[in-house]
Antibody, heavy 118, light 109 residues
Framework: QVQLQESGPGLVKPSETLSLTCAVSGYSISSGYYWGWIRQPPGKGLEWIGSIYHSGSTYYNPSLKSRVTISVDTSKNQFSLKLSSVTAADTAVYYC???????????WGQGTLVTVSS | EIVLTQSPGTLSLSPGERATLSCRASQSVSSSYLAWYQQKPGQAPRLLIYGASSRATGIPDRFSGSGSGTDFTLTISRLEPEDFAVYYCQQYGSSPPHTFGQGTKLEIK
């Protein structure tokens, strides 16, 4: 059974960089699939942030592309998200997920709330 | 960017009834790369339908998807108590961003 677990600070100051990691169990990232990040502001809808292929190719939402970096660490079987220059608008629950296509996700983490506030 | 508009915003029905949820795209969704997700409070979304009409693994056959081009529908044939949730459509075609609709809340009448 594939499981994903997000981890990282729950509070980030404005203008700083949000950093999250997704640990994957039950499947080796290096074997295939895409690995993605999706966020959901409190009480609102879903927004795709970006995805990375197991080989390292990345795909980003154009609206966030200048601030986003997604990377993969196959030795630790995890992938990461960095979002720079955050503002209050970046406050959201952040989900990591496995992608059967760049933007189609079949397994999801439970999500982690990140609040941007001083 | 493809904008997805879901209707209605809220649907009030009783268990046993049939639910029909709509998703309209601002431009044609390539190769019917349209998915539906279910989300319950405090939980991550769950993939229900992909390719407009294919059920994901473990999804009951009371859930069905249809449509092509710009108009898509999710139908739940006979509502079970556990089906009351928020439903999102999403397009995952060749060009990002892979946008989601704003959601339809299915509530118990």
């Amino acid at each position: 059974q594939v499981q994903l677990q997000e981890s990282g600070p729950g509070l980030v100051k404005p203008s700083e960089t949000l950093s999250l990691t997704c640990a994957v169990s039950g499947y080796s990232i290096s074997s295939g699939y895409y690995w993605g990040w999706i966020r959901q502001p409190p009480g609102k809808g879903l927004e795709w942030i970006g995805s990375i292929y197991h080989s390292g190719s990345t795909y980003y939402n154009p609206s966030l592309k200048s601030r986003v970096t997604i990377s993969v660490d196959t030795s630790k079987n995890q992938f990461s998200l960095k979002l720079s220059s955050v503002t209050a608008a970046d406050t959201a629950v952040y989900y990591c997920a496995r992608g059967v296509a760049v933007g189609l996700f079949d397994y999801w983490g439970q999500g982690t709330l990140v609040t941007v506030s001083s | 960017e493809i904008v997805l508009t879901q209707s209605p915003g809220t649907l009030s029905l009783s268990p046993g009834e049939r639910a029909t949820l709509s998703c309209r795209a601002s431009q044609s969704v390539s190769s019917s790369y349209l998915a539906w997700y279910q989300q319950k409070p405090g939980q991550a979304p769950r993939l229900l339908i992909y390719g407009a009409s294919s059920r994901a693994t473990g999804i009951p056959d009371r859930f069905s998807g249809s449509g092509s081009g710009t108009d898509f529908t999710l139908t739940i044939s006979r509502l079970e108590p556990e089906d009351f949730a928020v439903y999102y459509c999403q397009q995952y075609g060749s060009s990002p961003p892979h946008t989601f609709g704003q959601g339809t809340k299915l509530e118990i009448k």
